[in-house]
Each structure stands twice: as C-alpha cells, then as structure tokens.
C-alpha cells in the first residue's frame, strides 16, 4: 500500500508564505513525476506545479514567479513554497505523484487527501 500526506495548510493573509509538504510511504521501489495540483469547491481540480525526478519543473502560468516546487528524494518528499499569497489561491491542495511499487511493477498515479490553504485578512 502506498500512502501520500500532505501537511502545512493554514490560514494566512494575504501577502504572506507557507509551505506544504507531502510524503509518500509504504511500498515503494522509486518515485518519477511528484507534482500538485489544487481545487476549490464547485471547479475542476487545476494543476499547479511539477517537478521530475530529475528536478525539472512546470508552473501554471497563475503560480509562476510565486511558488516554487522541490523535492527531497531520500525523504520521498515533495514541497511546495507558497509566497506572495492571494485570495484566489485559497483551496484545497492536492499531491500526486507516479509510484513504482517494486522493480518489476509498473508506475501507478496516486493521490493525497488534501490541505486546505486559506487566504484571507
């Protein structure tokens, strides 16, 4: 079973920083494409960032220059440095991150429970 947990949600003004953190755990033989991804209530769940496992990384246009992607691969860990908040950044975040269980199985794509970031004064 693999489990990923993401954590570092929080109420926040807008202006200010924080930052998620999703780990992975359980069966795992290596990690490839971590990225997150986030949603507000009544919309399609939109991508935010993506990093490989090479640490190339992909922004949306809307979080560009103002969030930032890492990963820590001997933590199979992935963050997400939020700076210069706004309201319309306020949802739920998601992680995803493609999994290969063992050396012989293919990658599966799995999926956190979510962190709620609100964005308010």
């Known amino acids: 079973q693999v489990q990923l947990v993401e954590s570092g949600g929080d109420l926040v003004q807008p202006g200010g920083s924080l930052r998620l953190s999703c780990a992975a755990s359980?069966?795992?033989?290596?990690?490839?494409?971590m990225g997150w991804y986030r949603q507000v209530p009544g919309k399609q769940r939109e991508w935010v960032a993506h990093?490989?496992?090479?640490?190339?990384?992909n922004y949306a246009n809307s979080v560009k220059g103002r969030f930032t992607i890492s990963r820590d691969n001997a933590k199979n860990t992935v963050y997400l440095q939020m700076n210069s908040l706004k309201p319309e950044d306020a949802a739920v975040y998601y992680c995803?991150?493609?999994?290969?269980?063992?050396?012989?199985?293919?990658?599966?794509?799995?999926w956190g429970q979510g962190t709620q970031v609100t964005v308010s004064s």
């Open positions: 995803n991150a493609d999994i290969r269980r063992n050396s012989w199985s293919g990658v599966f794509n799995y």
């Open positions: 990093i490989s496992n090479g640490n190339s990384t």
């Open positions: 359980g069966s795992i033989f290596s990690i490839n494409a």
